[in-house]
Nanobody
């Protein structure tokens, strides 16, 4: 199996910073993209940032210039540094990874895995 474990969420004042971490573990053969999505109450899940295996990065329009994604491939870990946080950044942040793995006799090629989510709350 494959697990994604997130950490680093919490409560922060507007203008503050947070750093989220997500580590993938299990029967992993390769990891393609790793990144972060978020979902606020009553809204659709949206891309925050993602980084592919070749180092290409993509950011959501609402966070460009304020967040930085990075990966430690040796640790199967992705980080999200968030600065100049705004109340509208309040959401549950989900780690996402596109992983190739084999377990239980089944091969999963570039399969989407999700973490359990971590709450980020920005107070005004």
């Amino acid at each position: 199996q494959v697990q994604l474990v997130e950490s680093g969420g919490g409560l922060v004042q507007a203008g503050g910073s947070l750093r989220l971490s997500c580590t993938a573990s299990g029967s992993i053969e390769s990891i393609n993209a790793m990144g972060w999505y978020r979902q606020a109450p009553g809204k659709r899940r949206e891309l925050v940032a993602t980084e592919t295996s070749d180092g290409s990065t993509y950011y959501g329009d609402s966070v460009k210039g304020r967040v930085t994604i990075s990966r430690d491939n040796a640790k199967n870990t992705v980080y999200l540094q968030m600065n100049s946080l705004k109340p509208e950044d309040t959401a549950v942040y989900y780690c996402n990874a596109v992983i190739t793995a084999t377990y239980g006799g089944t091969h999963y090629h570039d399969y989407d895995y999700w973490g359990q989510g971590t709450q980020v709350t920005v107070s005004s």
